[in-house]
């Protein structure tokens, strides 16, 4: 269920987790440090201000966009004993705790680093836990982040907290999108979703965290309204390897096996997600300009470039292209070989830029 453009979204999701992370983690994350989102965090305050709180609430939108940064700010504003302004106020016993990662009714849940999904046996344990009662606050609040990551046994054994929750239960999902996760599962919880951001606004974060007003633009366009995107991107790892791919794709096809087989090799030891995230953002241009005549709005630094492209291109081969790019970032969550799979992608690239078929690319022939 629209599972290409998901996985192309997953590109650098990891380090957004932690990117979109604001620096006010220390004194514990408010509402008011979020950017964006008024409505979704409006309708959560009004929720908690009145205390009538839904038992489980589904915070979906796309990777990067801050979902975790809300959830944990309502978590924290649940918990919290004397609340200022509808925030948290980050003194009392509760925030301190909170902030701290040490609060005994707050969880948070998450696929473990090496792996695809969560597992059962979180969900069981966290059920386990959520059965008990509050240890110091009024509330337990269980945090179940990037819950599309949930397996589907892990969904059904979650089914069973959703169906009869204990009384002082809050869990805040969050996940890239609704659908991904089963119906059963995403009616009983109260969905708000949360929309990508302006681009200004995505570019006022990254100046804040200290970037040039101009280099603070340019990111914010290609991260398509995603904080956690943008931030992931403004390594200087990251914008070698946009450089890199970015100087490579307009002459893609006049390039020899070798230089394309030395992009792999340069690029595999680089920030690949950035590389895989521009690589298909560069395409995604291409057809929209090729297709609207408009301006690319993700790399608007090679507008030319992707203009002179979209004039000799098919929209039906730059879809092809775009669907090699994502095959790619799939085979890559698979752990493929990092070098091979670029490489493949590449001459997969080059072939349908020459003569729009893929060839005899797997073999090697050049
Ligand atoms: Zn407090």
Not at 71 to 85: G, K, N, Q, T
Not at 195 to 212: F, H, S, T
Request: aromatic share 2%; proline share 6%.
């Amino acid at each position: 269920m629209g599972g290409r453009r998901l996985r192309l979204d997953r590109v650098g999701a990891r380090p957004h987790r932690r990117g979109g992370r604001a620096p006010t983690r220390e004194g514990g994350v408010r509402f008011a440090d979020v950017v964006g989102h008024g409505r979704a965090i409006e309708r959560l305050r009004r929720a908690a201000a009145a205390d009538r709180l839904a038992a489980a609430y589904l915070l979906s939108g796309p990777p990067g966009i801050g979902k975790r940064l809300v959830a944990d700010a309502f978590a924290a504003r649940i918990l919290c004993a004397a609340p200022v302004a509808g925030d948290a106020c980050q003194a009392c016993a509760h925030c301190t705790r909170v902030a701290a990662g040490t609060h005994p009714d707050l969880r948070t849940v998450e696929r473990d680093a090496e792996r695809r999904d969560i597992r059962i046996e979180q969900v069981r344990e966290l059920a386990r836990w959520l059965a008990l009662q509050p240890l110091m606050a009024h509330r337990k609040v269980a945090i179940i982040d990037g819950a599309h990551c949930l397996s589907e046994p892990a969904q059904n054994a979650l089914l069973k907290t959703l169906e009869e929750p204990p009384p002082s239960a809050v869990l805040l999902l969050t996940a890239a999108a609704a659908a991904l996760l089963l119906p059963t599962v995403r009616s009983r919880c109260q969905a708000v979703r949360m929309d990508p951001l302006p681009p200004e606004a995505v570019a006022r974060v990254l100046v804040a965290r200290g970037a040039a007003p101009e280099r603070a633009a340019l990111l914010a366009a290609e991260a398509e309204g995603s904080p956690g995107r943008a931030v992931a991107l403004s390594g200087d790892e990251e914008a070698r390897a946009r450089a890199a791919v970015l100087k490579a794709l307009p002459a893609l096809g006049t390039a020899d096996a070798a230089a394309l087989s030395a992009l792999a090799q340069e690029l595999s030891r680089g920030a690949v997600d950035a590389a895989l995230g521009t690589t298909a953002s560069w395409y995604r241009d291409v057809l929209e300009t090729a297709l609207t005549g408009d301006p690319p709005r993700r790399n608007p630094d090679a507008a030319a470039a992707v203009r002179a492209a979209a004039d000799r291109s098919q929209p039906a081969r730059l879809l092809r292209q775009l669907e090699v790019v994502c095959d790619t970032i799939d085979a890559l969550a698979r752990n493929a070989n990092r070098v091979l799979a670029l490489e493949t992608m590449l001459l997969a690239l080059r072939a349908l830029e020459r003569d729009g078929t893929v060839g005899d690319l797997v073999d090697g022939s050049a």
